[in-house]
């Protein structure tokens, strides 16, 4: 996969970056929705496509991006389909972080040290490359002011920056109210995108034991809960963990 084109976690990512305090907004909902971004990107790349509410490996090659292979790897080694609720809510760890470091790496955030209450180290997340983020955003505004359908990428990530809650921080207040509405109205038009959106708000919901019928809608998230990061990625380890907070909220 040429990196010319950024992928739609990292879009996701930036879109959830706060510019003015370099937290993220909806942190614990955010880890979900980069797991079930990393679905939608490889669909996009020919690796996955669904299978019902399933997710079926239909190419194995490598797709040259390191942590998008390493998800891919993951669900080949399933050997059969598996329900996108499950994976997007499996026990792995760590994606917000990988993908931080990854975009410092490619210079479009920058790190700035901090202290929490004065005693514990924290990391915050400057933008760099700040027209990158007001181009996802203005894809965005374009799809919700013209109502003109969305490609498939800019529809997907409607769909999971609404399934994760950044609809209240990209559109806020009383004046954000319609925006907010059709952010939520985009993700009808990419398949791939509603069924991961969907399974993501299912997994914030608790109804990941329940397969989906057809036609089913869910509810907003309920952004107030907490659940494990889905990611594609090894468990990382926690030991010096109380040495270093980084601030993602």
């Known amino acids: 996969m040429g990196r010319s084109r950024r992928t739609i976690p990292e879009e996701l990512l930036l879109l959830a970056l706060d510019p003015a305090t370099g937290t993220t907004a909806q942190p614990q909902s955010l880890d979900l929705g980069l797991?079930?971004?990393?679905?939608?990107?490889l669909a996009l790349a020919g690796r996955i496509a669904p299978d019902g509410d399933r997710i079926a490996v239909v190419m194995a090659r490598p797709t040259g991006d390191p942590?998008?292979?390493?998800?891919?790897?993951?669900?080949r080694r399933r050997g059969s389909p598996v329900r996108a609720v499950h994976w997007i809510g499996g026990p792995r760890l760590g994606l917000r972080q990988?993908?931080?470091?990854?975009?410092?790496?490619c210079g479009m955030v920058h790190a700035v040290a901090g202290q929490m209450c004065g005693v514990l180290?924290?990391?915050?997340?400057q933008a760099t490359e700040t027209a990158i983020s007001r181009d996802i955003r203005a894809r965005l505004d374009s799809a919700i002011r013209t109502g003109v359908p969305p490609d498939p990428r800019t529809a997907a990530l409607a769909a999971l920056a609404h399934a994760v809650g950044l609809g209240k921080h990209l559109y806020p207040g009383n004046e954000g109210r319609s925006s907010r509405s059709r952010l939520r109205d985009l993700i009808r038009h990419d398949p791939m995108g509603g069924l991961v959106a969907h399974a993501v708000m299912d997994v914030q919901n608790g109804v990941a034991a329940q397969p989906r019928r057809n036609g089913q809608s869910s509810t907003a998230p309920d952004n107030g809960s907490r659940h494990a990061a889905a990611a594609g990625v090894p468990m990382q380890s926690h030991h010096g963990a109380l040495a270093r907070a980084v601030?993602?909220?």
């Open 35 to 41: 797991a079930g971004a990393q679905l939608v990107e």
């Open 98 to 105: 990988i993908y931080l470091a990854h975009l410092e790496r």
């Open 247 to 249: 601030v993602h909220h």
């Open 67 to 75: 942590t998008l292979d390493s998800a891919l790897e993951l669900l």
């Open 121 to 125: 180290p924290t990391t915050r997340y």
